[in-house]
């Protein structure tokens, strides 16, 4: 990757207070809402004896990869082609792959960013126990990353207009948050329901954080879900995304 581009995509990226909000602040913003009601902060049974503060941590964090991945990486990507800046850079030295491969290390480096400030205030503020499993919860969180940018390239590429990728990508994004636990956590869910929403890279994804943040090692099937859906995405991605 080339390291001027990505350093150029960056402070692109810093200039838009929306996503900087949105992706980076938002997320523990809620957190910090949440956390203030007092009822948040008592044991619940039907979460397994966790409190529900507890329980939004690692929605927190989902919710910065879902506003990375379907709001704002197809945004920038397919602004930066309505412009013709990828038209323009095929005849540079530099790849447009090496702009796209930036946008994603951005974006990711971000919302991890918004990860890391979520699971420290829910330490500093409320006492939410750090990760049991640290390395499996980073492991969990890595898959989800990328299945989160996977999700905004396909967004990207069947995208033509700025205004074409901001309607599919919030089409996307409330069901993602639905799967994600937002408005009703998966361990509360019903029985069938959060068995399919286990199938969906999110609900996956929140399956796979619980139990390393409980201690346990992400089931293999949620893992493996989560790495399915990168692979599908992927390379829908790569069979549909035009540069032009």
């Known amino acids: 990757m080339n390291t001027a581009v990505l350093r150029t995509e960056f402070r692109l990226f810093r200039r838009e207070p929306g996503a900087v909000f949105w992706i980076f602040l938002f997320p523990t913003l ?5 956390g203030s009601i007092p009822s948040f902060r008592e044991a619940d049974k039907s979460l397994g004896g966790l409190r ?3 329980a939004y941590v690692p929605i927190a964090v989902l919710i910065a990869l ?5 709001q704002s990486l197809p945004q920038a990507l397919t602004g930066h082609r309505e412009r013709g800046v990828l038209r323009r850079m ?6 447009p792959s090496a702009l796209l491969g930036a946008q994603m290390a951005v974006q990711g480096g971000v919302a991890l960013g918004s990860a890391l400030l979520a699971l420290t205030v829910g330490r500093l503020a409320f006492g939410v126990t750090l990760p049991g499993q640290p390395a499996g919860y980073l492991l969990a969180l890595l898959l989800a990353v990328a299945a989160a940018l996977a999700l905004g390239a396909v967004v990207s590429a069947v995208s033509r207009t700025t205004k074409i990728a901001g309607a599919i990508g919030t089409a996307v994004f409330f069901p993602m ?3 994600a636990g937002v408005w009703l956590p998966v361990q509360e869910m ?3 329901l959060a068995r399919v929403v286990g199938l969906t890279p999110f609900g996956a994804a929140a399956r796979a ?8 090692w992400p089931g293999w099937g949620h893992l493996g879900v989560l790495a399915a859906w990168t692979v599908l995405l992927t390379a829908g991605a790569a069979r549909w995304f035009r540069w032009e």
Not at 209 to 216: K, S, Y
């Open 30 to 34: 809620l957190l910090v809402i949440l």
């Open 52 to 54: 529900p503060v507890d």
């Open 66 to 70: 879902i506003m990375s991945g379907v």
């Open 90 to 95: 095929r005849l540079t030295p530099v790849r």
């Open 177 to 179: 948050m639905f799967c």
């Open 190 to 192: 019903p029985h069938t």
């Open 209 to 216: 954080l619980n139990e390393a943040a409980a201690g346990d």
